[in-house]
T-cell receptor, first 111, second 114 residues
Framework: GNSVTQMEGPVTLSEEAFLTINCTYT??????LFWYVQYPGEGLQLLLK?????DKGSNKGFEATYRKETTSFHLEKGSVQVSDSAVYFC??????????FGDGTTLTVKP | DVKVTQSSRYLVKRTGEKVFLECVQD?????MFWYRQDPGLGLRLIYF???????EKGDIPEGYSVSREKKERFSLILESASTNQTSMYLC?????????????FGPGTRLTVT
């Protein structure tokens, strides 16, 4: 079956540090890949997505590139802010319509 | 903007009660989902619906049922609530059964069963 593996958290960074959260996946076929973010007390919201190999998704300074050869979709941001503190979920979606989510990585950014 | 609303943000029920969690989406999405989110366990799919009156079991359907009588509304029912169903419940919707569609989530309902 499909699966998503994220780097374990929690991750604590100082403001303006570089962020990488690793995500690898296993899937049959050609999935679409997503990063979702969950702020405290809220539901998940889409951060970025990529639908085919070598696509780069980007939003709010975050980026991730769909790497088919390494089955990865690592999330990066060059300079994090305190407001980026949240839980980040990597996910994939196949033609079956359902999504498979990673376990989530908690990011805390300190001033 | 797509909006997914859930009937309650916080709910406290007693063991054995029948509990209804309601979810409404306003963008004519075909798919709707119910998840529960627990610390250390991530998101787990309870039930999935890809059309009115159609449903499919997710990974943890035991103790739950669902109802989708109208396209915009998807209800999760706990027939007899138990303390191990204390959790955060998240509803989501997506455009169609084809892949590549992101899910839109509601704010969640934090259910406590005492």
């Amino acid at each position: 079956g499909n699966s998503v593996t994220q780097m374990e958290g929690p991750v604590t960074l100082s403001e303006e540090a570089f962020l990488t959260i690793n995500c690898t996946y296993t899937a049959t076929g050609y999935p679409s890949l997503f990063w979702y973010v969950q702020y405290p007390g809220e539901g998940l919201q889409l951060l970025l997505k990529a639908t085919k190999a070598d696509d780069k998704g980007s939003n709010k300074g975050f980026e991730a590139t769909y790497r088919k050869e390494t089955t990865s979709f690592h999330l990066e941001k060059g300079s994090v802010q305190v407001s980026d503190s949240a839980v980040y979920f990597c996910a994939l979606s196949t033609n079956a319509g359902k999504s498979t989510f990673g376990d989530g990585t908690t990011l805390t950014v300190k001033p | 903007d797509v909006k997914v609303t859930q009937s309650s943000r916080y709910l406290v029920k007693r063991t054995g009660e029948k509990v209804f969690l309601e979810c409404v989406q306003d963008m004519d999405h075909e798919n709707m989902f119910w998840y529960r989110q627990d610390p250390g366990l991530g998101l787990r799919l309870i039930y999935f619906s890809y059309d009115v009156k159609m449903k499919e079991k997710g990974d943890i359907p035991e103790g739950y049922s669902v109802s989708r009588e109208k396209k915009e509304r998807f209800s999760l029912i706990l027939e007899s609530a138990s303390t191990n169903q204390t959790s955060m419940y998240l509803c989501a919707s997506s455009l169609s059964v084809r892949g590549g569609n992101e899910q839109y989530f509601g704010p969640g309902t934090r259910l406590t069963v005492t």
